[in-house]
């Protein structure tokens, strides 16, 4: 059976502010999406255990960033950073300020961040608040892969379309030069039924150790870069 680096990963904090970040230097991979997208739950789903990301009773609540890291717990390879909500359903609009500034500021400043997971409703998606995110994280030039989450809500048929539409949106946004890595990539997921596990997990652990990923999954005891 394949063992996946994602899945030696543990809670290692949260923060409020930029100020509060941890000093890491190692690889981060964030997580964003709309309020009720199953970010959570993908999270948990990926690290192949149940509660190390909670999600929110209310939806647009969680106003933190959480860090997990991933790898050996005495030398972690890279962190996973799970971002607040966006959606802001119910909240002051001082709290809205906060979150837009604190989200944008982190995809911006944030120089070990290799990659943006975003997180889109497979039955919604690419929605204004969606657009807006891309907005925000597409000058860094670093790589967005979209989650379409809750596929096993649609037939076949209608998560066929979801990708297809989703993909071209994505490329009128990137307008993809031949020859040239995309930015932008999109794939459908269900943490229900764990349709696209693989293809994610493929996507993350190369952001975090593309070098180290191989010796990862056959010896998952064995220190990265060793």
């Known amino acids: 059976?394949?063992?996946f680096l994602l899945h030696r990963s543990r809670f290692l904090t949260t923060v409020n502010h930029l100020k509060?970040?941890?000093?890491?230097v190692r690889p981060e991979v964030a997580f964003a999406g709309r309020s009720n997208a199953g970010k959570s739950t993908a999270i948990n789903i990926l690290c192949n255990q149940k509660r190390l990301a909670f999600a929110s009773k209310?939806?647009?609540r969680t106003q933190h960033i959480n860090y997990f890291s991933v790898g050996p717990q005495d030398e972690p390879v890279g962190y996973l950073v799970d971002l607040?909500?966006?959606?802001?359903?119910q909240v002051s609009g001082d709290v809205k300020f906060h979150w837009q500034h604190l989200l944008s500021d982190y995809l911006h400043a944030r120089h070990q961040l290799r990659g943006l997971?975003?997180?889109m409703d497979a039955r919604r998606p690419c929605t204004e608040l969606d657009m807006e995110l891309l907005d925000w994280f597409a000058p860094t030039r670093k790589p967005i892969h979209v989650l379409l989450t809750k596929s096993d809500k649609l037939t076949r048929q209608e998560s066929t379309l979801a990708l297809r539409s989703t993909q071209?949106?994505?490329d009128d946004y990137e307008q993809p030069v031949e020859g040239a890595p995309r930015l932008l990539t999109v794939q459908l997921f269900s943490?229900?039924?764990r349709v696209g596990l693989e293809q994610a997990h493929d996507v993350i652990e190369h952001w975090i150790a593309p070098?180290?990923?191989t010796q990862t999954e056959t010896s998952p005891e064995a220190p990265a870069g060793q």
């Not at 509060?20 to 890491?24: E, Q, R």
């Not at 607040?84 to 359903?89: F, H, Q, S």
């Open 117 to 119: 997971v975003l997180l």
């Open 191 to 193: 943490s229900l039924k």
């Open 20 to 24: 509060d970040l941890p000093a890491t």
């Open 168 to 170: 071209k949106v994505l």
């Open 84 to 89: 607040p909500g966006y959606g802001y359903a």
């Open 1 to 3: 059976m394949r063992s």
């Open 211 to 213: 070098v180290d990923r």
């Open 58 to 60: 209310t939806p647009g």
